[in-house]
């Protein structure tokens, strides 16, 4: 009875420490993929599974663009608000939070020409 016992408890600790890893466990993902933070990246996110935790890996030359974190609104007028988050590196590592974010570049027609994403973390 005690060694069943003891088995038992180890199979439950590692199915714990399993189901721990599989939850904490990010991905990085590089926007654009090879391409990097470009034109016409708008559709990139498709088909892919993001939660919390992940982080997005713009890379870009610096000083030909941004990255600024704006709002459904900014999103789709392609205009950060005053004071938005705005990464200029090239190589900027933004971490995703639970629900839905959006990053535009906001150098002019750059956005327009469908440099922006939209990511749902779950």
């Known amino acids: 009875m005690v060694g069943r016992s003891y088995i038992v408890a180890l199979a439950l600790i590692c199915l714990c420490l399993f189901y721990h890893l599989e939850i904490t466990a990010a991905t990085d993902f590089t926007v654009g993929d ?6 016409n990246v708008q559709n990139w996110p498709n088909g892919k599974s993001f939660k919390a935790g992940d982080v997005l890996v713009f890379k ?3 000083g030909a663009h941004n990255v600024v974190v704006v709002d459904a ?4 007028s392609c205009k950060a608000k005053s004071g938005s988050k705005t990464y200029t590196s090239g190589n900027d590592k933004i971490t995703l939070a639970k629900g839905t974010s959006y990053f535009i570049c906001s150098f002019p027609g750059h956005c327009d020409a469908g440099m922006k994403i939209k990511i749902v973390a779950n």
């Open 34 to 39: 090879s391409a990097g933070w470009s034109f």
């Open 60 to 62: 870009y030359g610096q």
């Open 73 to 76: 609104d900014g999103y789709n």
